[in-house]
């Protein structure tokens, strides 16, 4: 007996046989197996409809557990408010830590537990278990705030040491390095790549911003006695801080020689903006090339180009404050870290000349 109206989720498809059926609600499809418009055809579509809502009520995190406060985590201000790419890798952690925890209960989130996920996830790097950790952190703050978790599980929880063995993550870059890897990009008619190291190394933009920035960034601006000069204005797009600083000489030298192909400063062998996995695979290839003619330090990063920039500063007697402007953060915290470095740095130089001076002496001797 054929019923009234069209049975929802049911898709026809003509062949040379006649009219075969399929069940199809988003990426679902299956095929159909009873007579169209029958009360049969309607079971079975109830059928694999309810066996369709076991599956996803079994996906939906409990409430009351770590899987239901990354759940919320996803829908918070917090987390809507970062920036995309930003988004896309939280969600990648979050959906690793949910895959491992995601059923624990938040009466069970103790600081013994929180030591047990932090000795699991530390056989992955101490980068990548001190990610994780802050994720979690991130996920479960309004449970501890409001004290579904009873008690701060982080409140005395170190972060996982870098090894002593592991190597620097974003060395910083000499300049005989910087120059040899611009010349090569330039050899290879690539303008628009040397545009990218330059913007690393004499702005300290990051990668991402070294991607989008427009060529309206560049605009002219005036010292203190009136007099023109080059400045670099923009929104940053990952923190949403203000870049407002003087070009640097270096930079406005080396933009002045490559020619302007597209709507951003730098750009790829289309003339259009870079994506970031795309500028790091170009940007790696060219340090590949000259570490093999032992030009460059085959463990160099595009992010090390900002650090050289950042101990640069600081070398130059900036203070953090001035270190904060000039490379768009937050706060003063990570001037810190370049301070440091370039504090290294000046010892190690002293040291040296101390030693200098004492061979110079037993040769005079």
């Known amino acids: 007996m054929a019923l009234a109206g069209r049975i929802p989720f049911v898709q026809r498809i003509e062949t040379d046989g006649g009219v075969k059926l399929y069940f199809r609600r988003g990426a679902h499809r299956r095929s159909l197996h009873s007579p169209d418009g029958s009360q049969a055809l309607r079971d079975e579509v109830d059928s694999i409809l309810a066996e369709l809502g076991k599956v996803d009520r079994a996906k939906t995190p409990l409430p009351g557990t770590v899987g239901g406060m990354i759940k919320a985590y996803n829908a918070s201000a917090d987390f809507l408010g970062l920036a995309r790419s930003t988004q896309a890798d939280y969600q990648r952690l979050l959906d690793e830590i949910d895959e491992d925890a995601g059923d624990v209960l938040l009466i069970d989130v103790t600081p013994a537990w929180i030591v047990e996920m932090k000795n699991a996830w530390a056989s992955r790097g101490y980068r990548a278990a001190n990610l994780r950790l802050q994720m979690l952190v ?9 004290n579904r978790i009873r008690a701060d599980p982080f409140l005395r929880l170190k972060k996982v040491k870098r090894p002593h063995d592991a190597p620097e993550p974003h060395p910083i870059w000499s300049d005989d390095e910087v120059d040899a890897l611009i010349a090569l990009a330039m050899d290879r008619k690539m303008p628009g790549l040397a545009r990218a ?28 006695e009136g007099r023109p000069h080059r400045r670099i204005y923009w929104l940053t797009q990952k923190r949403k801080v203000i870049c407002d600083k003087p070009e640097d000489p270096r930079l406005t030298a080396f933009l002045a020689k490559t020619p ?25 290839r060219l340090i590949e090339a000259l570490a093999g003619q032992g030009k ?9 180009l900002r650090h050289t ?5 600081a070398e130059a007697g900036a203070s953090d404050s001035e270190i904060m402007s000039q490379l768009e953060h937050r706060d003063g915290r990570t001037a810190q870290i370049y301070r ?10 002293s040291a040296q000349a101390k030693v200098d001076a004492v061979v110079r002496l037993r040769l005079r001797g």
Do not use: M
């Open 138 to 146: 991130n996920a479960l703050e309004p449970a501890i705030v409001d």
């Open 197 to 224: 190291v330059a913007l690393g190394r004499w702005a300290g933009f990051r990668r991402g911003g070294i991607c989008s920035i427009p060529l309206q960034a560049l605009i002219t601006g005036y010292d203190p």
């Open 260 to 284: 302007n192909r597209a709507l951003t400063i730098a750009y790829n062998a289309r003339n259009g903006p870079w994506r970031e996995r795309q500028l790091n695979q170009a940007i790696d």
């Open 296 to 304: 460059v330090r085959p463990n160099l990063t595009i992010h090390g």
């Open 309 to 313: 920039r950042g101990v640069e500063l």
């Open 340 to 349: 440091r470095q370039a504090e290294r740095r000046k010892l190690a130089d």
